[in-house]
Every structure is written in C-alpha cells, then in structure tokens.
C-alpha cells in the first residue's frame, strides 16, 4: 500500500513509522527540507535505541528506513491510495492543502486529517469528492500509543470509512469510530480531569500537588492533571479547551480556567519553559502532598464522577459504542479502567447521587446528570 504523510513534525513522522513498519510504501512530505532531515535522522536514533532495548534488529531498522522516502513537492504524493495530514491546527490551511492533494492523486485516494478537533465536514467540504474524506486521529508518540481515532464526516462512503478502519486494523492499532463532534471521544470525554481539577483548586479544597497525588495514588491515574498539564503544556490544553468550549456553544461543562489561561499569558507552559503549576528549575523540589485519604477521596471521587458522566452522554448523544468509548480511554490516554466500566464498579447509583448533590451545591449546569445515567439508575441496568 503507497502511503503519503504531510507534515514531518512529531506525528507525521510518527505516523510515518507506523506505517512503514507495517510495511507500506510511505513518502514524507513537507516543504522545509530541514524538516525532513530532522525527521530521517529521529528515525534512525529512534530505531537505534529500539535494537538497544532488543525489541527490533538491525535488518528490521533498515526495512523500516527503506520504506520512506523524504520529499518536498506535493506532486510526489499521487499514487498514494491513503494519505494523512498531520500539519497545524488551522482549517484554512488544512482546507488548501486538500484542495491542491486532490489534483494530484487518484480517485480512489483516501484524504484523511490527523486533526484532533477540527470538523471533518469542514475540511472535508474543500475537495470534489469529499466522500473520499475521513477523520484518521492518531495520538501522540503514534508508534507507541494503540488507539486511532476513525472519524468519518456526514460525506464520508460508506467504503472509505470501512478501508479506513481495516487500514489501521492492520497497522496493529486499536481503533474506535467517533462521531464527527468537538473533541471526537478522547478530547471530550477527558476534559473534567483537567476542568474540575482546576476548579477543585480554586476553590481551595486543596493545592495542586494534593489533587495529583489523590488522582495518582487513590486513583491509579499514571500522572495527576497538574503534573500532565505541565506535560502537554498549558498553552496547548488551554487551547483545546477553549476550542471545545465555543464549539459547544459555550456549555458550561466545558469551561475553561482563568487559572489556566494566566499561567498560559505568562509564560508559564510547564515544562517546556520551566515553569507551570510546578517549579521545573534545577534544584527545585516538588511541594509535597497533603497525603489526607479523607480529602483524597472526596477529589477522587468528585473528578471521577466527572468524568464517568462526561463518557455516559458521549454515549448517550451516540458519539461512539461503549466499548470504543472505553477503549478510546485506557488506550488513548492510559486512564486506569474505561469510565463505563468504572462506574458500574461504583455504582450508578453513586454517580447520580454525587452528581446531584453537586449540583445542589452549585446549581451550574455543569454539574447536570446525564440522562442516560438517570434512565439506567431508574432501569436499574449497568453498562456490562
């Protein structure tokens, strides 16, 4: 299969890799030469260190590297019969990349968006054949991360979607069909452990090192939300969250932070300028944690519950299946148990009740319950 891959920033040479491991014919394509040699020479130290820790050979190494070719003109990609953008989140530009990619390839190309949150319609209504558009969402570092987003845009054939899925079927990958909505599955579901994080924060109900080590510790979560903030950095969060909250018409559960946004207006993006909701100078040491199980519990449970209703109206509103939404969790973002799953462990019943009393507290539409996690507490159902 020839793949084509624009942009050879982080995730399309990931996606690169991906591709060409699973033995495709992949080219690279970008107009910085630059770039590309940034992008050929990760690869190498990338495989290198794979042979370092036993998991390929060096044969393997140079099947991989054969299998892409580095180009720098768009006219390279035509015989593709899948290619994937993965450049900036800008839809304008998206859009007139589309427009000149489908002048070159054939019309059986399928014309896929690495896009995280842009609409697929959109981007898709650029081309002549949109149907031949497809939302194909990776998650960063693509090599190592299993599930792939599949979001096929109301234009999308009924073809492209299934070659697309058997695609990245056969690419080892995971694979879980949103519907074509702000945030897909992912960036939507798991806003609260960002959102009520912060909130929970500014409140004063505890500090930032506290709420982590009760999401990690209590919770099981790999990093708390302040830790992977800093991560991901604030700037970038904030973005997304702020897309996610005006494409939803400025729903409340959505709300961004003005915490948030003045780390951000200051510079303080995390890790990567050194600062953010932690101090990441040399010598600096970590504030340590109220390790208090009681307060630990409440932040747990209140940021859980969250989350498990922001997953059950993703179902309910048919964003995707159960068991894509759950996966789409444990595999995308390595949450600790699929929130479906996860509240039938604690009750639904639990979930309702909490979710009640927090808007009793509040009474903010954010704390609404789903209607899906009412009808099922009264059917007395679970999600498995």
């Not at 970008?30 to 050979?57: F, P, Q, V």
């Not at 054939?157 to 990958?173: A, C, G, M």
């Not at 909130?199 to 930032?208: H, N």
């Not at 506290?210 to 950095?233: H, V």
Request: charged share 25%; hydrophobic share 40%; proline share 3%.
């Amino acid at each position: 299969m020839n793949v084509g891959i624009i942009g050879s920033g982080t995730m399309g040479s990931g996606i690169a890799q991906v591709a060409a491991t699973a033995g495709c014919s992949v080219k690279l394509y970008d107009t910085n030469i630059d770039a590309l040699h940034k992008a050929e020479n990760t690869l190498d130290k990338i495989l290198s260190r794979l042979i370092e820790k036993g998991r390929i050979d060096s044969a393997e190494k140079s099947r991989i590297q054969s299998n892409i070719d580095y180009v720098n003109s768009l006219h390279e990609l035509g015989n593709s019969n899948l290619t994937i953008e993965a450049i900036v989140e800008d839809l304008d530009i998206k859009k007139k990349v589309f427009e000149h990619l489908e002048t070159y390839v054939s019309e059986d190309c399928i014309i896929a968006s690495n896009t995280s949150s842009l609409s697929i319609a959109s981007i898709a209504s650029a081309l002549k054949k949109p149907e031949r558009c497809i939302g194909i969402h990776f998650f960063n570092p693509a090599p190592l991360m299993k599930l792939v987003e599949v979001v096929p845009a109301i234009q999308t054939s009924e073809e492209v979607l299934s070659k697309s899925v058997d695609v990245i079927t056969n690419w080892k990958k995971t694979v879980a069909v949103a519907k074509d909505t702000p945030g897909f599955i992912v960036n939507r579901v798991a806003r609260p452990f960002y959102g009520e994080a912060l909130r929970i924060y500014e409140e004063g109900i505890a500090d930032f090192a506290t709420i982590d080590w009760s999401l990690k510790t209590i919770g099981g979560f790999r990093m708390g939300p302040f830790e992977l903030m800093d991560f991901i950095g604030n700037d970038v969060n904030y973005a997304v969250t702020e897309s996610v909250f005006t494409a939803f018409y400025f729903d409340s559960r959505y709300k961004p932070s003005f915490t948030q946004k003045r780390l951000a207006e200051a510079g303080y993006l995390g890790r990567k300028s050194g600062k953010g909701y932690y101090d990441y100078s040399e010598g600096t040491a970590k504030p340590n944690p109220i390790e208090d199980k009681t307060l630990g519990d409440k932040i747990f449970n209140r940021v859980l519950v969250m989350l498990i209703n922001e997953a059950v109206d993703a179902l309910f509103l048919n964003i995707a299946s159960a068991e894509d939404i759950d996966n789409a969790m444990t595999k995308g973002v390595n949450y600790p148990k699929g929130l479906l799953a996860w509240a039938d462990e604690i009750g639904i019943e639990n979930c309702v009740t909490t979710l009640d009393r927090l808007y009793d507290e509040y009474h903010e539409d954010r704390y609404r319950c789903s209607p899906l996690l009412r009808k099922m507490l009264r059917d007395k159902k679970t999600f498995y």
